[in-house]
């Protein structure tokens, strides 16, 4: 749905914004506008009682966010695994705990330096893949986090995350640790920790090695745009 789309929505109602807006977490037709959330924890409130897609129904807890809220870097992920899902927080289980120390090897902090979310707020039954309906219905959420949190770069964590927010339907293996443009930001797709685990080989070429080099690249960048 275009913006143009959205607006007309609302002007088109007979009931006003403010009760329009009470209306997005139960109907994913309810458009997000850009400016919608003066802040996360406003957004964070809709999420915890949103019904825009079916997942809404199986959740323990949204999934919304953590980290520095003005982070000059942006984790994007798929969506809740079970432990995310019990906790409320974001990649903590353990492909989190190896993000953490992918983090940690180049010397960036999780907790000054990046922002980490999913595209869906919800866990998928079985930790399945969302499908494009529920990606749909929770990526306005995801726009509002980027705009609130304003990173400089965004890390798409596997392809999920590059397909649900760009459109991109190339496999991760064919374009990890490329640089791209979305939304005029500084993009990088990486493996996700969890292909990661399943695949421990550093050999140099394996996912391990290549994930290496790509927080690397991103570090420099980072310094880079710190510089500038």
């Known amino acids: 749905m275009s913006n143009e789309q959205q607006l007309s929505l609302f002007e088109d109602s007979s009931i006003d914004s403010n009760d329009q807006k009470e209306l997005i977490p139960k109907d994913a037709k309810i458009p997000i506008p850009t400016g919608t959330y003066a802040n996360m924890t406003e957004l964070a409130q809709h999420c915890d009682r949103c019904y825009r897609c079916s997942l809404g129904n199986t959740r323990t807890h949204a999934v919304v966010g953590r980290g ?46 990046v922002y980490i979310c999913n595209i869906n707020k919800c866990r998928p039954p079985d930790n399945r893949v969302p499908t494009t309906e529920e990606m749909e219905a929770c990526k306005p959420y995801l726009l509002e986090q980027i705009r609130l949190v304003d990173p400089k770069i965004i890390l798409f964590v596997g392809a999920t995350a590059v397909k ?36 421990q080989s550093r050999e140099v070429g394996k996912p391990k090695w290549l994930t290496w080099q790509d927080i690397q690249a991103v570090r420099a960048k980072f310094d880079e745009m710190q510089n500038n």
């Not at 974001?90 to 090897?105: C, D, M, N, R, T």
Request: proline share 6%; with cysteine.
């Open 68 to 113: 520095n809220l003005k982070a000059p870097i942006m984790v994007v992920g798929e969506a809740p695994g079970q432990t995310e899902d019990e906790t409320g927080l974001p990649f903590v289980g353990k492909a989190g705990q190896l993000l953490e120390k992918i983090f940690a090897s180049v010397k960036l902090d999780t907790e000054t330096d």
């Open 164 to 199: 649900g927010l760009t459109g991109d339907k190339r496999a991760i293996s064919k374009i990890r640790g490329e640089w791209m443009e979305w939304d005029g930001r500084l993009c990088m797709p990486i493996f996700h920790p969890s292909y990661l685990l399943r695949n």
